[in-house]
């Protein structure tokens, strides 16, 4: 059974900077890709960045340039660092780990609770 615990939301005002950390109770390289999910008020849920088994990591147009997702593989944690953070990043941040078992078998998603983030002055 994996547990992930995200940390570091809170109320940040524009331009500011905040750093966001998951905590995985196995071993990170366990999963096949992990990756930061968000869910703003009345919006779908979306992908803000993913980072593969092989280290490629992806991010969604709006936080191009402006966050940076990280591990640790020591401390068996994924950050994201957000940069001039604007109002629209407004959300609840959701940390993700996949495991595909096989190629032909649904993937196996593990989710942190939740960490909201407020972009306001």
């Known amino acids: 059974q994996v547990q992930l615990v995200e940390s570091g939301g809170g109320l940040v005002q524009p331009g500011k900077s905040l750093r966001l950390s998951c905590a995985s109770s196995?071993?990170?390289?366990?999963?096949?890709?992990m990756g930061w999910f968000r869910q703003a008020p009345g919006k779908q849920r979306e992908l803000v960045a993913i980072v593969t088994g092989g280290g490629d990591t992806r991010y969604a147009d709006s936080v191009k340039g402006r966050f940076t997702l990280s591990r640790d593989n020591a401390k068996n944690t994924m950050y994201l660092e957000m940069n001039s953070l604007k109002p629209e990043d407004t959300a609840v941040y959701y940390c993700?780990?996949?495991?595909?078992?096989?190629?032909?078998?649904?993937?196996?998603?593990?989710w942190g609770q939740g960490t909201p983030v407020t972009v306001a002055s």
């Open positions: 993700n780990g996949r495991v595909r078992p096989c190629i032909e078998c649904n993937v196996l998603d593990a």
């Open positions: 196995k071993k990170i390289g366990y999963f096949d890709t």
